[in-house]
C-alpha cells in the first residue's frame, strides 16, 4: 500500500486507540454516505497524490488505483463488508475490507493475516530506540523515515535473534522483519556513510492483537458524515498502559479525540463537480510518569498526534479530493510478555512515545532497553490527494 495514500494514511494515525474507545455516529438525515459512495464491484477511481513533507519541498507521488474487489462479505460478524482493492503504478497491491454503518465508514482490524497493512513507519532516531510488532508466520515492512532528512539509506549492523525473527532490507528505507517464534529481540540498523545507529525492539506474536500491531476493536471507525456546522465528536479513547522497569514503575495515559464537522457545499473544478465539504481533527495527547524509591516525576507531558483532514464528497462519486495538515508520530500501542515475581515485564512495550523491552538472548544475561521520545512532532506536513479520473 503507498504510504502516502491520504485515506489510509488517516487510518494509521487513528488506530492507537484501545477497545475503550467510544464511537458516535450522527444521526441519518434526507442523504447518508451510501448515496455519496457507490459501492458495486468493479467500480474503480484514480487519485493523484501529492505529498508536502515540509514547507517548500513537494515532491509528486504516481496515481493510486482504489477499485471495489468484492461487496456484501461476512467478515468480523458483519454481512455488509466490502473489500478495497489499491494499486500502485509499481505493481504492488492491498486488499483492505470496509463496512458502513449509518454514516460512518470502518476499516477492519482484526487478527485475519489477509487484510495486512503494511509500510508501517520507525522514526530514525541516532542513539535511541523504536519497536515494530510482528505476528508469528508473518512478515511485515517498516519505513524509517528520517524527519530532519539527513538520512535517507539505511543497513542493519546488527541482526535479532533468528529463532525469533528475521530482518533484511528491501529497499534503502525500508526493513523487512518476519516472524519466526513468539518472543522478544533486537536488531540495529545503522545509518549508511555514518556512525549513527538506532535500536529496534522487535515483538513476535503468535496472536496478533490487529493487522496494524496495535490492541484495537475489530471495526475501527475511520471516517463519518457529520450533519452539523459544529465539531461533534466520532471518537474518543482514555487508556493507560503501566509497565514496570524493575528500579521504577512507567504509566502512560494516552488520550484520543476524533472530531468532524460540515463544513458547507463547494464546487471543486477538474473534474467540475458540486461537493459536501467535511472537516475532521485528529489529536492524540500523551502523558508518562515514572514512580521510584524518590516519588514520582512526569517524563514526558504533550502532543503526540494533531492533525486536521478536510475531504470533498460528491453525491454517487464518492471521494473527490482530500487534505490533511499536521504531524503525528507512529501510532503503535503493544504490550506484550508476562511479568516476573517482582513485576517486571519480561517483554516489550511500544507506544508513540515509548520503546522498552527485556531481552534475554540465547547465552546472554537479561538486557533491558528503554527509551523515551520526547522531542515535539515535527513541523506541519500537508498530503492531499484529488480525483483523476473513474470507471463508472
Known amino acids: 500500500m503507498k ?17 475503550k474507545g467510544r464511537g458516535v455516529d450522527p444521526s441519518v438525515g434526507t442523504a447518508s454516505l451510501a448515496d455519496y459512495l457507490p459501492l458495486k464491484a468493479g467500480n474503480a477511481w484514480t ?19 482504489i477499485s471495489i474487489y468484492q461487496t456484501n462479505v461476512l467478515i468480523g460478524g458483519q454481512p455488509n463488508a466490502f473489500i478495497v482493492r ?3 503504478q509499481e505493481g504492488q497491491s492491498s486488499y483492505l475490507a470496509f463496512c458502513m454503518k ?11 493475516r489477509t487484510y495486512a497493512l503494511e509500510d508501517n513507519t520507525i522514526i530514525w532516531i541516532p542513539g535511541g530506540a523504536g519497536g ?14 528520517d524527519r530532519s532528512g539527513d538520512a535517507t539509506s539505511y543497513y542493519i549492523s546488527s541482526s535479532p535473534d533468528s529463532s525469533v ?23 540495529t540498523l545503522r545509518a549508511a556513510g555514518g556512525k549513527d545507529t538506532m535500536t529496534v525492539i522487535v515483538g513476535v506474536t503468535d496472536d496478533p492483537p490487529s493487522s496494524i500491531t496495535s490492541p484495537l476493536m ?4 475511520i471516517w463519518q458524515m457529520a450533519d452539523s456546522a459544529s465539531a461533534a465528536t466520532m471518537f474518543s479513547s482514555d487508556t493507560t498502559f503501566v509497565f514496570s522497569t524493575g528500579t521504577a514503575d512507567y504509566s502512560d495515559e494516552l488520550f484520543y479525540l476524533v472530531t468532524n464537522r460540515h463544513v458547507g457545499k463547494e464546487t471543486l473544478q477538474d473534474p467540475s463537480l458540486s461537493c459536501e465539504r467535511f472537516r475532521m481533527k485528529v489529536t492524540l495527547f500523551e502523558n508518562i510518569t515514572a514512580t521510584d524509591s524518590a516519588g514520582s516525576r512526569t517524563v514526558f507531558s504533550g502532543t503526540s498526534a494533531d492533525i486536521t483532514v478536510d475531504m470533498w464528497l460528491a453525491k454517487g462519486t464518492g471521494f473527490v479530493k482530500g487534505l490533511a495538515a499536521g504531524s503525528s508520530l507512529p501510532p503503535a500501542a503493544v504490550m506484550g510478555g508476562t511479568t516476573d515475581s517482582t513485576g517486571v515485564l519480561e517483554g516489550y512495550y511500544i507506544s508513540p512515545r515509548v520503546a522498552y523491552a527485556s531481552l534475554q538472548p540465547p547465552g546472554e544475561s537479561r538486557r533491558q532497553y528503554l527509551f523515551i521520545n520526547d522531542a515535539p512532532i515535527d513541523s506541519a506536513k500537508a498530503t492531499q490527494f484529488k480525483l483523476v479520473s473513474k470507471n463508472f
Request: with cysteine; net charge negative.
Open 47 to 65: 487519485y493523484s497524490a501529492i505529498t508536502t513533507a515540509k514547507p517548500g519541498d513537494t515532491s509528486t507521488a504516481a496515481p493510486v488505483k
Open 102 to 112: 449509518g454514516n460512518t465508514l470502518l476499516h477492519y482490524l482484526g487478527t485475519t
Open 86 to 88: 489499491t494499486d500502485n
Open 132 to 145: 515494530a510488532v510482528v505476528g508469528v508466520g508473518q512478515t511485515a515492512k517498516y519505513y524509517v523515515d
Open 3 to 19: 504510504r502516502n495514500l491520504l485515506l489510509f494514511g488517516v487510518l494509521l494515525v487513528i488506530s492507537g486507540c484501545t477497545p
Open 218 to 221: 475489530p471495526w475501527l471507525p
Open 165 to 187: 525473527a528475521n530482518a533484511q532490507m528491501t529497499a534503502p528505507d525500508t526493513v523487512e522483519i518476519s516472524g519466526e517464534a513468539e518472543g522478544r529481540t533486537a536488531l
